[in-house]
T-cell receptor, first 115, second 117 residues
């Protein structure tokens, strides 16, 4: 069964450093998402991406964040200058849009720790 | 804007018994869906079950079923014959159904389920 994959599974970085989180969505999917979950809290939407551009972003997704689909398979989230409060689990998800509602499948997540 | 409320921070159930996890929602979309996800301690988000607002019957997937009451705007998850492996955090979520926000999920706060042997 196709699945969303994410790398790395864990990332530890120093405050102020740049990190790139990588995702490989399901191959025939067209809509891509990043979510964030701070430890013990609910999952929060960061950004959605369709047709090679951002379709919506949340208030969390400020100028230090960017997303890119550099090729036909990868979907990346870059944090330019990490802060302590960026420590969280980051999930990638994708859907195809076959009907009114698609099931959104999540990758296993990247646990980011900023020291 | 979509809104999801899960009022039970934690629930306990005895192994082999059934448990109901509550979820209420608010949406302006005329057609919509509700999702439930399971998040074990390892952290991944596992899709469990989906209910469409115009589905005639409550959704079922194995031991999972939804008690969907559209007029009350509730979509409670029922887990029958609980197993120790069901111990996890459970999230209810509602997607945006159109426009540039298509598919964007709004999550509830989650309910931690603990299954006792």
């Amino acid at each position: 069964e196709p699945e969303v994959t994410q790398t790395p599974s864990h990332q530890v970085t120093q405050m102020g450093q740049e990190v790139i989180l990588r995702c490989v969505p399901i191959s025939n999917h067209l809509y891509f998402y990043w979510y964030r979950q701070i430890l013990g809290q609910k999952v929060e939407f960061l950004v959605s991406f369709y047709n090679n551009e951002i379709s919506e972003k949340s208030e969390i997704f400020d100028d230090q964040f960017s997303v890119e689909r550099p090729d036909g398979s990868n979907f990346t989230l870059k944090i330019r200058s990490t802060k302590l409060e960026d420590s969280a689990m980051y999930f990638c998800a994708s859907i195809r849009r076959e009907g009114l509602i698609d099931t959104q499948y999540f990758g296993p997540g990247t646990r980011l720790t900023v020291l | 804007a979509q809104k999801i409320t899960q009022t039970q921070p934690g629930m306990f159930v005895q192994e082999k018994e059934a448990v109901t996890l509550d979820c209420t929602y608010d949406t302006s979309d005329p057609s919509y869906g509700l999702f439930w996800y399971k998040q074990p301690s390892s952290g991944e988000m596992i899709f469990l079950i989906y209910q469409g607002s115009y589905d005639q019957q409550n959704a079922t997937e194995g031991r999972y079923s939804l008690n969907f009451q559209k007029a009350r705007k509730s979509a409670n998850l029922v887990i029958s014959a609980s197993q120790l492996g069901d111990s996890a955090m459970y999230f209810c979520a509602i997607p945006n159904a159109g426009g540039t926000s298509y598919g964007k999920l709004t999550f509830g706060q989650g309910t931690i389920l603990t299954v006792h042997p």
